[in-house]
């Protein structure tokens, strides 16, 4: 899998190296599903505080397409840790749809039995 990183604020780039590893932890048992993906963190307010730090997480997968998700949290690592959740949720419930589709597809194609 390959993880790229994008981010303008200069905090954020401190956590290029943590949000690469925390990639690769999460997705760890699907990394074969994903041959890229990109997160990008910015400072939604910018110096006025608040609840603003974002993460936007895009993963490029063969069986789901292209999937984008976001999250904003006070912290960045928590909404690193926000958008990586969702993401693995809705990967693995995809996965799983197209597995179950495939079983379903098997036990209902017709057996020609050379007649």
Do not use: Y
């Not at 974002?54 to 997968?61: G, L, M, P, T, Y």
């Amino acid at each position: 899998m390959q993880v790229l990183f994008k981010s303008h604020d200069p905090q954020a780039d401190e956590l290029r190296e943590v949000s690469q590893r925390r990639m690769r932890f999460v997705f760890r048992r699907i990394d074969w599903l994903i041959p890229k993906a990109t997160v990008k963190l910015s400072d939604v307010n910018g110096p006025r505080g608040g609840i603003d730090k974002r993460c936007q997480v895009e993963i490029k997968s063969d069986f789901a397409g292209t999937l984008v998700v976001s999250s904003v949290a006070h912290d960045w690592r928590v909404a690193l840790n926000n958008a990586l959740s969702r993401a693995a949720r809705f990967l693995l419930r995809q996965w799983r749809r197209e597995k179950n589709n495939r079983r379903l597809r098997q036990r209902a194609s017709p057996v020609s039995d050379g007649a």
